[in-house]
């Protein structure tokens, strides 16, 4: 279980907040989706929970320990996360940029050898094709799935992934949301997955937070959220799966008709 | 291969040797000082501005002016402050490469090392020094070259090098020597420059073997550089080590050649470490890191007794070895037999037509005349007694290398020179010495002076005996000459000097 208690972050000295008094608490084992548009503090919240950037005030606790208490190395250690910038380090393989936390776990060579084949798998790829490969070698979506795969190579119980699909073709991307769905429920991870994308949260989350100007300004279900958005701006967030679907269904029953004539 | 240029390159292996072994040993304690200052800078903001600062100004300091600062800080002579100042001169490039190249590091890529969980050092180890190490080794590399071309200016404070080559050459007009130390120095930088080039290539490219083989060639082309020193420094022949110190003109180099092959002939393993400032001379020998060497009345008198009183006669002789006995422990074994003395000269076409015979004569013209000296006189108590004995008003004084003043006067750059009374060039040139009627300047006789070590050892004092009041001025002039207007190497007049005084 992830708490964040009144946590709020100022980049400024406190004349704005990115972060403003964020109270959330996320079960184990659930899919978080966290939606906004573009600045509204996404990633800044994300951030906090491992450390990366340290809140102005409030606590954050995993499974009822202060985090801010605990040394951050091994906390992060113990956290996926997928950056929003990918990050991959340019002079290292894509097995050694997938294997970074076990060696610093100090796994055996053949464990990381097997663990790389196994998440190369996993995402997609083709290990003996690529582990070799640099990752100016390789596509941008291909690059986000070993962004994915590091965050996953240590089967942490906390992934925070911000983005994690934003440069992926659909099919690949539907692919790689169905392989998600699987793995957390397989490994019950407690997942925050931030995105753009309003029918992705819808389909994948189990509960969808919808932020404005560093607040909260909305958390359900998805099924209580497209019933009763509940707020004008979770509102006009849904309105785009929304139209796209009735455009989708009109052009379907256009082609239906034109085909029965 | 003319005869010149083999005498030359057979002092090679020697300066070659002490060359790479002063240029590896500081570029390698730069290395191991500048990379962990510079990740530390990188990681406290507050140590950015002063470290670069002061590396900073370090690099501003011209090279052979803290070379000479090193002596008197460190009290001695030789590769240690050598090697000090040439650390200090090369920080920069690498500090503030490194700096650098890890600061411009895309901080997403140091946020994904954080957020995978690196401690600081395992960021700065897997993550920031592999990705700037491009920009880190052109630093090297760039101080890799520095050091080799600042460490020629080791020689005059008494670290053999291939400055060597430069500061003998220079001053015995061999530029023979000269070329062969320049050339020599650069194929130096250029070969280093590469091979770390090369590593780096390697290095970026994966390419285990070739970087494994590239250190491993430059390793072994360091050894093999330095292997006449192992040579030198472990041949255990049981003969006894002495050091040879001289100053940086010609007398000096030829008596210290002579010194070195009468030594060697008498069993001796003899060191000659030329090109030294006077006062670092001096100060090497009562530290026992020079044995030997020739220094002048005069200058023992005026620079290091510091009295200001210009001495007349013959007591100075003795004061001076009473006072070097007691202050230093020092011996001097006695005078040769000539005097080195400071001789005002002017073109003997301009004393025959104004009837100028003594420095009095000249007093009259000197408001319309140029003087030019070595680097030291005008700052000599005997130069304040000569100007005001003989109420000498020069339009201007110029200090010059000794080796540029007789071309100097030849070309009417300067009319009256300082010149000194053994010089070879005096006659050569055409110019005639000036009386000192008033005894304005003082006796500059040549002494042998031992170091307080070599002071008891009976061998060497007899086997230096035999030159002790032995050399006239009229051959010490000539030996001169035979170097800077003959074209004769310093070893050659050096021979023909050594005959000419056993043949008394
Ligand atoms: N290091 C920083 N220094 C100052 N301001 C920052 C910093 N990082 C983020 N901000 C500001 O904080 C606010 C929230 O940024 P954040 O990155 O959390 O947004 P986001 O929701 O992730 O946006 P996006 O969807 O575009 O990634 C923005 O206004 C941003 O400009
Ligand atoms: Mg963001």
Request: charged share 20%; hydrophobic share 45%; with cysteine.
């Amino acid at each position: 279980m992830i708490n964040l208690k009144n946590i709020s972050k100022s980049y400024d000295d406190e004349a704005t907040f990115a972060v403003d008094s964020i109270d959330l608490e996320i079960k184990s084992g659930e899919l978080l989706a966290l939606v906004g548009e573009s600045g509204c503090g996404k990633t800044t919240t994300l951030k906090m929970i491992n450390r990366l950037i340290e809140p102005s005030a409030g606590s954050i606790e995993i499974d009822g320990e202060n985090i801010l208490a605990l040394d951050p190395v091994t906390l992060r250690r113990r956290i996926g996360y997928v950056f929003q910038e990918i990050g991959l380090f340019p002079h290292m393989t894509v097995a050694e940029n997938i294997s970074i936390t076990p060696r610093l776990l100090g796994w055996s060579a053949e464990r990381m050898h097997s663990r790389v084949t196994e998440l190369l798998q996993m995402v997609e790829l083709n290990p003996d094709g690529l582990r070799n490969r640099f990752p100016r070698e390789l596509s941008g979506g291909q690059q986000q799935r070993i962004g994915v795969a590091r965050a996953l190579a240590v089967a942490p119980s906390v992934m925070l992934m911000d983005e994690p699909f934003g440069a992926l073709d659909p099919l690949t991307r539907s692919g790689l949301q169905k392989e998600l769905t699987r793995l957390h429920k397989l490994m019950s991870m407690t997942i925050i997955l931030v995105t753009h994308d309003m029918s992705e949260a819808l389909t994948l989350a189990d509960r969808i937070a919808v932020m404005e100007k560093g607040k909260i300004v909305r958390l359900d279900t998805p099924a209580n959220i497209l019933q009763n958005p509940g707020h004008p701006y979770a509102q006009r967030l849904l309105e785009t799966p929304v139209n796209q679907m009735n455009a989708l269904t009109k052009l379907l029953q256009q082609s239906e008709s034109a085909d029965s004539q | 291969m003319s005869e010149r240029l083999a005498e030359q390159l057979a002092l090679l292996p020697n300066y070659l040797s002490h060359h790479i072994a002063l240029t590896l040993t500081a570029l390698a304690i730069g290395i191991i000082i500048c990379l962990p200052l510079a990740a530390l800078v990188t990681r406290v903001k507050a140590l950015q501005w002063p470290v670069m600062t002061i590396a900073s100004i370090l690099q501003t300091i011209p090279g052979i002016a803290m070379l000479a600062l090193m002596v008197p800080l460190l009290g001695q002579i030789g590769a240690l402050p050598a090697l000090i100042a040439l650390v200090l001169y090369s920080m920069l490039p690498m500090i503030r490469n490194t700096v650098t190249g890890i600061l411009d590091i895309d901080s997403s890529l140091t946020e994904a090392a954080r957020g995978s969980g690196m401690t600081s050092m395992q960021i700065l180890r897997l993550v920031e020094l592999p990705l700037a190490a491009p920009v880190i080794i052109a630093g090297i590399r760039t101080s890799a070259v520095w050091i080799v071309g600042t460490a020629t200016l080791a020689t005059p404070v008494g670290a053999t090098s291939l400055g060597n080559y430069i500061f003998s050459g220079l001053q015995t007009q061999n530029y023979t020597a000269v070329i062969v130390g320049s050339a020599s120095a650069a194929a130096l930088a250029i070969i280093l420059d590469q091979f770390i080039h090369l590593i780096e290539y390697a290095a970026s490219q994966r390419k285990k073997t070739l970087a494994i083989g590239t250190s491993v060639g430059l390793l072994l082309l360091a050894l093999l550089g330095m292997s006449p020193l192992y040579e030198r420094y472990n041949s255990n022949t049981g003969a006894e080590r002495i050091v040879i110190g001289a100053k940086t003109f010609t007398e000096q180099y030829v008596l210290s050649e002579m010194m070195s092959e009468i030594l060697t002939d008498a069993g001796f393993e003899i060191e000659v470490r030329s090109g030294m400032g006077s006062t670092i001379l001096f100060e090497a020998l009562t530290n026992n890191e020079v044995d030997c060497y020739v220094d002048y009345s005069g200058t023992i008198w005026a620079n290091y007794m510091q009295r200001k009183s210009v001495p007349k006669g013959d007591t100075v002789l003795v004061e001076l070895t009473k006072w070097l006995m007691d202050q230093h422990q020092v011996l001097c074994l006695g005078a040769l037999g000539f005097e080195n003395t400071y001789a005002l000269a002017i073109p003997r076409e301009f004393a025959e037509n104004n009837k100028i015979v003594s420095v009095s004569d000249l007093s009259s013209y000197s408001r319309n005349m140029k003087m030019g000296s070595d680097y030291e006189f005008f700052g000599r108590p005997e130069w304040v007694s000569l100007r005001d004995t003989y109420r000498l008003n020069f339009t201007d004084l110029v200090s010059m290398d000794h080796s540029l003043m007789y071309a100097a006067i030849n070309e009417d750059a300067v009319n009256v020179i300082a010149a000194y009374s053994t010089d070879g060039s005096i006659a050569a040139f055409d110019l005639v010495t000036l009386t000192d009627p008033q005894q304005a300047l003082p006796p500059y006789d040549a002494t042998l002076l031992l170091s307080p070590r070599a002071s008891s050892n009976q061998r060497l004092i007899e086997a230096l005996n035999v030159i002790i009041g032995k050399i006239t001025a009229e051959e010490m002039r000539s030996a001169n000459k035979a170097v800077d207007l003959d074209n004769r190497s310093v070893s050659e007049s050096a021979k023909q000097l050594r005959r000419a005084i056993f043949s008394q």
